[in-house]
């Protein structure tokens, strides 16, 4: 399934805080639930957690933002990745004069979400559940480098997510799981190299069924960057 941005409107899941969706049961995908998140100034995300195994991975993309998780208050910055798992209060603000952005995900659809009492809050630098950008960056074959994001390694239970970084003329490997997988534009272009040559701009995306193999490839002249969800560890 393709996603146009061009075809999209955005809802306000929070007052100024805009949401396009990307993955999630009203497109019909069974286990996925990600979505692409403004923070205007002045604006965020109140105190909440969720339930059941709706682990919520954050990718910080623009901006910065005031993350509050399990107690702790750490700004985090694009590239920046927060891990909350179900039961873990968490909430976002945007004290800034610029627009904040992430990437939102979860391994179930639709999540179910308690909102709760702000917190005290521990001014803090770092959190384990909060991974720097740039932090975990490999080789991952040539031409592409891999960012990852969040699994194992950030106390994620249900939840993989990285960064494809694909230099022009570039081709990710061609792939295939067993759980559908959710591809976001970042930024540049891409044309997939699996089945009809589909190209997807910045700001769009594909959700793949599972069974079903992808890649793509940069025919741009700028890096080309993927942010990709898997609703399991690897």
Same mark, same amino acid.
């Given at each position: 399934?393709i996603?146009?941005?061009?075809e ?6 929070? &007052?100024?805080? &805009?949401?396009f969706?990307?993955?999630?049961a ?6 996925l *639930? ?9 604006f ?8 059941g ?5 954050? =990718?910080m993309? $623009? ?6 998780? #399990?107690?702790?208050?750490v ?13 873990i209060? *968490? ?5 800034s004069?610029?627009? +904040?952005r992430? =990437?939102?995900?979860?391994? @179930?659809t639709? &999540?179910?979400?308690?909102? /709760? #009492? #702000?917190?005290?809050?521990e001014?803090?630098?770092s *959190? ?13 074959? $040539?031409? @592409? $480098?891999?960012?990852e994001?969040?699994?194992?390694f950030?106390?994620?239970k ?24 959710? /591809?976001?534009?970042?930024s540049?272009?891409?044309v997939?190299?699996? +089945?009809?040559?589909?190209e997807?701009?910045? #700001?769009?995306a594909?959700?793949?069924?599972s069974?079903?193999?992808? +890649?793509f ?10 942010? @990709?969800?898997? &609703?399991?560890?690897?």
């Amino acid at each position: 399934m393709i996603i146009r941005r061009s075809e999209q409107e955005a809802v306000d899941r929070y &007052p100024g805080c &805009p949401r396009f969706a990307i993955a999630g049961a009203d497109f019909g995908h069974a286990s996925l *639930h990600v979505g692409d998140l403004f923070y205007q100034p002045g604006f965020g995300v109140p105190h909440h957690y969720h339930t059941g195994g709706a682990e919520e991975t954050q =990718i910080m993309l $623009e901006g910065e933002l005031e993350c509050w998780v #399990d107690g702790k208050r750490v700004v985090v910055y694009p590239g920046d990745t927060v891990t909350a798992p179900p039961g873990i209060g *968490h909430a976002f603000q945007n004290r800034s004069g610029s627009m +904040g952005r992430m =990437i939102t995900a979860f391994p @179930v659809t639709p &999540p179910e979400t308690i909102h /709760i #009492d #702000d917190p005290e809050l521990e001014d803090a630098t770092s *959190h384990p559940a909060i991974v720097r950008a740039d932090s975990r960056r490999v080789a991952y074959g $040539e031409g @592409v $480098e891999k960012v990852e994001l969040s699994g194992s390694f950030s106390g994620a239970k249900s939840t993989y997510t990285y960064f494809l970084d694909i230099q022009p003329g570039a081709s990710t490997p061609v792939e295939t799981f067993d759980a559908e997988t959710a /591809i976001f534009v970042v930024s540049g272009s891409v044309v997939s190299v699996v +089945g009809d040559e589909v190209e997807l701009a910045a #700001d769009d995306a594909s959700v793949v069924e599972s069974g079903e193999s992808y +890649g793509f490839t940069n025919r741009g002249d700028g890096v080309a960057r993927l942010c @990709v969800v898997h &609703p399991f560890l690897r």
